[in-house]
C-alpha cells in the first residue's frame, strides 16, 4: 500500500509572502498621505495666495481712490428749485469739504435728504476730480391744517401743518432753514378741517380718501377763471 504524506511547508517562504504584502501597504499608506499633505500645502497655498490679492487690492484702492488726496470734495454744487437754504441742505446731506469724492455713499446722501419732508427728491452727483452735485425738488404746500399743540407750561398754541398735491405732511420751515424770507403765504392757502391728528404724520401722504379729495379740488380751482373770484 503507498502511503502519502505531505510535503512540509516552506515557513521561511511563507514569512516572506506575508512581510511584503505588509510592506506594499505601508507603501500604499505613505502615498495617501504624501497625497493629502501635497494637496493641503496647495490649497494652503492658493488661500494665502488669494487673501494676500484681497489685502493688496484692498490697500491699493484705499492709497490710490478713497483715501487719495487727490478726490478730496473742493466744491459742493447744490440747487434747489425752491427756498430752502444752500447752507441748510449741506447740513441735511451731512457732506463736508476735504471729504473723499470717491468715498462718499451717495445712496446715503440721497436718502438723508429725502428723509426731510419738504424735500420731494434728491439727485447726487459725482464730477471728479473735486465736485459734488446735489440738485433739490421741494415739495410745493397747496393746503394747511391748524391744530392745537401743548407748549411749555401747559398751555396750548397754534401748531400747523402743510400739504402739498400729493397730500404729503410737512411742517413749515424755520426761518433761519430758508433762503428767502418768510413771506405770509400761508394766510392764502385753503384750510383743510375736520382731520384726525392720526391721519397726518410729517414726510408721509395722508391717506385719508376726504383729503385726497380736497386736494384734488384745490387744484382744479386754481386752474379755474374762477380762481381769482373765490376764497376757498
Given at each position: ?155 396750548y398754541g397754534g401748531g400747523l401743518y402743510l400739504l402739498d398735491a400729493k397730500g404729503c405732511v410737512m411742517s413749515p420751515l424755520e426761518p433761519q432753514q430758508r433762503a428767502v424770507p418768510v413771506v405770509q403765504t400761508n394766510e392764502r392757502l385753503p384750510v383743510l378741517v375736520g382731520i384726525p391728528l392720526t ?34
Amino acid at each position: 500500500m503507498w502511503s502519502t504524506r505531505r510535503k512540509p511547508k516552506n515557513r521561511r517562504f511563507a514569512r516572506d509572502h506575508v512581510l511584503d504584502v505588509k510592506l506594499r501597504s505601508s507603501q500604499r499608506r505613505q502615498r495617501r498621505m504624501r497625497q493629502t499633505a501635497l494637496f493641503l500645502g496647495g490649497a494652503f497655498s492658493v488661500f494665502f495666495g488669494l487673501f494676500g490679492v484681497w489685502r493688496g487690492g484692498e490697500w491699493s484702492v484705499r492709497r490710490w481712490l478713497t483715501e487719495n488726496p487727490a478726490f478730496a470734495i473742493h466744491q459742493l454744487d447744490v440747487q434747489t428749485d425752491g427756498v430752502i437754504a444752500v447752507e441748510q441742505l449741506r447740513r441735511w446731506a451731512g457732506v463736508r469739504l476735504e471729504n473723499n469724492l470717491l468715498a462718499l455713499d451717495l445712496a446715503r446722501v440721497k436718502r438723508d435728504l429725502e428723509l426731510v419732508p419738504a424735500i420731494d427728491s434728491a439727485d447726487v452727483e459725482r464730477v471728479l476730480p473735486h465736485t459734488l452735485r446735489i440738485r433739490v425738488t421741494e415739495r410745493e404746500p397747496i393746503a394747511q391744517f391748524e391744530f392745537p399743540q401743548l407748549r411749555a407750561g401747559g398751555a396750548y398754541g397754534g401748531g400747523l401743518y402743510l400739504l402739498d398735491a400729493k397730500g404729503c405732511v410737512m411742517s413749515p420751515l424755520e426761518p433761519q432753514q430758508r433762503a428767502v424770507p418768510v413771506v405770509q403765504t400761508n394766510e392764502r392757502l385753503p384750510v383743510l378741517v375736520g382731520i384726525p391728528l392720526t391721519d397726518l404724520r410729517p414726510g408721509r401722504p395722508a391717506e385719508s380718501p376726504q383729503v385726497q379729495a380736497a386736494l384734488r379740488l384745490i387744484q382744479a380751482l386754481e386752474r379755474s377763471p374762477m380762481s381769482a373770484l373765490l376764497d376757498f
